[in-house]
């Protein structure tokens, strides 16, 4: 069955059209303005079918980044420490005769075409699915629910760390004095 109907993908190009846009850089002929972040036309699509159709699995891993800021080093740093036991040698490793983009497909530009397909290729995909993303972070709604921070994990990792580093001794404190 398929998600979109023809009014559907007649309404969803009617919203993109009704965006605010001005010139865009390269290949995009125009950036639009959505939820307070311009976006390429090259990807609008994408960012608008992923907020609507994407559902985010609890084992999911994004690589969120910024474009242009090294993001196909990052996934291809990802992509080897999550498949470290599927590819324990570097003799035959995807990373050899694969682009990091193809192992760490973008979402915004999979869902920007043929999008009942796409979604179901990331229905089949094996989990974890490891994706990249370009989205600004409050723009990640459905992605966002899941993610699961601990800013007392990261202060105790820094409580220990910071000590253990400084150059010239200083007062111990309390964790509690610390974290105040």
Do not use: C
């Not at 109907?5 to 995009?28: D, H, V, Y």
């Not at 869902?111 to 723009?139: V, W, Y």
């Amino acid at each position: 069955m398929a998600l979109t109907s023809e009014k559907q993908i007649n309404e969803e190009n009617e919203f993109i059209l009704s965006l605010p846009r001005t010139i865009g850089l390269a290949a995009a002929s125009h950036l639009h303005l959505f939820q307070e972040f311009w976006y390429p036309s090259t990807v609008i699509q994408g960012v608008y079918n992923f907020q609507k159709y994407f559902h985010a699995k609890d084992n999911d891993v994004f690589v969120a980044s910024f474009p242009k800021s090294g993001t196909t080093w990052l996934k291809a740093l990802t992509f080897a420490i999550l498949n470290h036991q599927r590819f324990p040698s570097f003799e035959n490793h995807p990373l050899l005769t694969s682009n990091p983009h193809e192992l760490v497909p973008p979402l915004e530009f999979i869902l920007s075409r043929d999008l009942d397909d796409q979604i179901l290729n990331l229905s089949n995909m094996s989990e974890p699915r490891l994706l990249g993303i370009h989205t600004p972070f409050p723009s990640l709604p459905k992605v966002r629910q899941r993610i699961k921070l601990n800013p007392f994990d990261t202060f105790v990792s820094a409580w220990e760390f910071f000590p253990k580093i400084k150059s010239v001794p200083l007062p111990t404190l309390a964790m509690e004095e610390a974290f105040e």
